[in-house]
């Protein structure tokens, strides 16, 4: 009987904060679709005008997001490569350091990135004349590839090493071990840290502040900018349209990959 | 189907010596069990020969020739591994394919390879599931027909039945034992269980500390061990020290805490009267007998074990060591019962005491 109660008691909790989690994302899709100048909820009318005004509004929020892209996209593709080189040779081998070794891999994610976009604009000034995409680039290269290291070791850990030589055993040069053992076993891993290493990059907001040129705006503080100025049903739309895309990611990796790697 | 010669094999790691200075000749064909208790040496004498760890001294041939340069996945060495290292993301059949895409041979080709091992073997029909979907014993088909495909010139197999429980163990040591004799190649098999090595191996070597204790016909380990070490390895049961007195005809008394056992000459041979020995006797062949005789000790009962078919008794008070006969009987037997405790001096093996 008790057991019941507490049962339902966990239940109603876990509804409460599901709600508490959704219910502002469905008010700003909701309220998107106003006519009004100003975000009301429930919405007076039903009007597309603020989602034209995405792509009609001097901010270019279009162009932000093909610079947002183009960084995630790219930091993302060179920090698989680096991530899981990484996490294969920290797994692989038995050595001393090796959990120091790892921590200083996962580092970037335990450092402020107010800290590490500071320290980078130093350097940046020092140097000097380099290009706003580059100096994102390098930013957003450093702070996602934890990611990326950790998601693969999770996979790495519990990875059978004999798989190799089972495929050593019937003919498999080492190469061919790896790219046909090795890398299709631990890729749940990897893609689940490429995932979320892009959203990361994708609304990484106090490095790119700090780090972006006018020449070269992402798309988060394309946004930032908008709302110092204006509050109008834009963001609504845009938030919206993000929200679309994040989902669309989610459900192609739970349909290859599965969102069980996640909650590993 | 190659013969196989390890000759002088050492593997040491820093200060352990793993494996020391084996020696060993299969034949075409043969099948041979690496018997021993965990960290005897065994799998690291597996891995060399597979070439996943390289002899410190010492040289694997294979028809004759040395092996040392050759990389492993050359080797062409079928492997059967402990935990089956099936290939997860792979169907049955891609598992089984995998070693014969490698070897670049044509798709019907393969078609036609994969679904003969897969008859052997009796999987027939399961070829597009995952390993995942199979159970234990399928697993264990699947990684024996993936390991034979190819066709190795050697099969290793490591522990291939310890997974398993006792009845599919059984069907799969029938199983191993006919898929190796019909494909006639030559198999070394690494088992800590004994009953596992004599029942499939044509030879057994019983290894221990990485040295070879005693090489014999499954027979020969089982009845007649090399020394006690091996003895108890093999499941001897009771074992009584005693000091051998001088022959008698046939045999030779051997005084153990003030009682005699008769031993069979043959069996003590090159041993100086007055040495102390250890006598050692399997449970099943301890009897209770009703009249006393040779070798019958007075004792007991202190533990009774039903195991089903046998009951295993354990009786002190015959000599200072517990004698542990299995009987068979359908009387059941007491705590605390005195019995008459029959030793067969034939069944005795003599070790003195080093």
């Known amino acids: 009987m008790r057991e019941k109660r507490v049962n339902i008691f966990c239940t109603i909790v876990a509804i409460l904060v599901m709600l508490f989690l959704i219910a502002p994302l469905v008010v700003i899709v909701i309220a998107s679709f106003t006519p009004t100048a100003v975000v009301v909820f429930p919405p007076k009318g039903f009007s597309l005008k603020w989602y034209e005004n995405i792509f009609s509004s001097s901010t270019h929020f279009m162009e932000g997001l093909a610079n947002s892209l183009k960084i995630g996209l790219l930091a993302t593709a060179l920090d698989i490569l680096l991530g899981v080189t990484a996490a294969l040779s920290v797994c692989r081998h038995d050595f001393k350091g090796k959990n120091v070794l ?10 402020p990135s107010v800290a590490f976009a500071f320290v980078l604009l130093q350097v940046y000034s020092q140097i000097g004349g380099i290009p706003g995409a580059v100096r994102i680039f390098i930013g957003h290269f450093i702070i996602i590839l934890p990611y990326i290291v950790r998601n693969t070791v999770s996979v790495l850990h519990v990875f059978n090493w004999t798989l190799e030589d089972a495929a050593t055993s019937l003919g498999a040069n080492p190469v061919q071990v790896f790219f046909k053992i090795t890398i ?11 995932l979320l290493a892009f959203l990361y990059s994708f609304d990484e907001v106090a490095l790119s502040s700090l780090l972006s040129t006018p020449k070269f705006i992402t798309l988060p503080i394309r946004i930032m900018n908008y709302m110092e100025l204006t509050f109008d049903p834009t963001l609504a739309a845009i938030s919206t349209f993000l929200i679309a895309g994040s989902l669309v990611l989610i459900l192609l990796m739970d349909k290859f990959v599965g969102l069980d790697m996640f909650v590993k | 189907m190659a013969t196989l010669e390890l000759i002088g094999l050492t593997k040491r790691f820093g200060n352990f010596t ?15 069990a690496l018997l021993g208790g965990s960290g005897c040496g065994k799998t690291t004498t597996l891995r060399m020969i597979a070439g996943f760890a390289e002899p410190t001294e010492g040289s694997i041939l294979v028809d004759g020739a040395d092996v040392a340069k050759i990389p492993p996945y050359k080797r062409n060495i079928g492997i059967f591994f402990q935990n089956y290292a099936l290939f997860p993301h792979m169907t049955v059949f891609e598992n089984v394919a995998f070693g014969l895409k490698l070897q670049k041979l044509k798709k019907p080709e393969i078609a036609q390879r994969v679904a003969e091992i897969l008859a052997l073997v009796k999987l027939t029909g399961l070829d597009k599931r995952y390993p ?21 010139h050697i099969l290793l197999l490591d522990e291939p039945l310890s997974n398993l429980d006792a009845k599919l163990r059984i069907e799969m040591q029938v199983e191993i034992k006919r898929i190796q004799k019909e494909l006639g190649i030559t198999t070394i098999i690494v088992t800590h269980d004994h009953e596992e090595a004599v029942s499939l191996a044509d030879r ?19 009845e007649r061990p090399c020394s006690a070490f091996v003895a108890d390895f093999m499941g001897f049961s009771t074992f009584i020290q005693g000091t051998i007195g001088p022959q008698e005809g046939e045999k030779r008394p051997v005084s153990c805490s003030g009682k005699l056992l008769y031993v069979p000459s043959a069996a003590a041979e090159g041993i100086e009267a007055g040495s102390p020995v250890t006598l050692a006797v399997r449970s099943e062949n301890i009897q209770l007998v009703a009249e006393e005789g040779e070798n019958t000790l007075p004792g007991t009962i202190s533990a009774v074990t039903y195991k089903g078919t046998t009951t295993r008794l354990e009786v002190t008070g ?6 542990c ?11 605390g019962e005195t019995v008459l405790v029959h030793i067969p001096a034939q069944r005795i093996c003599v070790y003195k005491n080093v």
């Open chain 1, 102 to 111: 790892l921590n200083y891999f996962t580092s970037p994610m335990y450092v």
């Open chain 2, 18 to 32: 793993a494996v020391d200075n084996m020696n060993l000749k299969a034949a075409d064909g043969e099948m041979i």
């Open chain 2, 132 to 152: 995942r979907e199979l159970s234990g014993g399928q697993q264990q088909r699947v990684a024996l027909a993936r390991a034979l495909v190819t066709r190795p």
């Open chain 2, 318 to 323: 015959c000599v200072a060591e517990t004698v």
């Open chain 2, 204 to 222: 057994v070597i019983v290894m221990h500390e990485g040295k070879i204790q005693q090489i014999g016909s499954p027979n020969e380990i089982f």
């Open chain 1, 184 to 194: 299709p076993v631990a890729k749940p891993g990897i893609l689940a840290g490429a």
């Open chain 2, 325 to 335: 006969p299995a009987v068979n009987e359908y009387t059941q037997r007491q705590l």
